[in-house]
């Protein structure tokens, strides 16, 4: 449906425009196919919970055994709601600093500074590609 490309040089506006109609196309069509999917999609859960209900195997068992948890049970036993304190402890009031002048500036050195901590743990030279990367 696309025009020949030799006719982009003697009518590029048309070209322009059959080209624009015809990726419209081509879009609705897509669309149309991924709605049609959805859909066929959504009719064969129907079918299948219809069959289950005929067959009397409601039982809520989901995928192959497996199904959506609940509230609680997302929450797990590692927070129990009744076992969050209404307020967290902090540091003391007298170790708080309000203001960041307060606070000793570490000093860095020269060769930290070249330096840097990899995964494991150990100190290595920072490389340098092209003398621009540090």
Sequence with gaps: MLPPAREFWSHPFKFA????????????YVSAETVERRKKKVDDVQKRSRYRKAHGL???????GWTAKTDAELLGPA??????PD??????????????ADVEPKSVSLAA??????????RRPV????????
């Design 58 to 64: 409601e039982n809520d068992e989901g995928f192959g």
């Design 17 to 28: 425009a059959t080209y624009v109609h015809v990726y419209k196309l081509h879009t609705d």
């Design 113 to 122: 500074k070249d330096q840097y901590v990899d995964f494991e743990g150990k």
């Design 87 to 100: 307020r967290i402890e902090g540091p003391p009031a007298d170790k708080i600093v309000t203001n960041a």
């Design 79 to 84: 927070l129990p709601s009744q076992d969050i």
């Design 127 to 134: 490389k340098k590609w092209l003398g621009i990367w540090e």
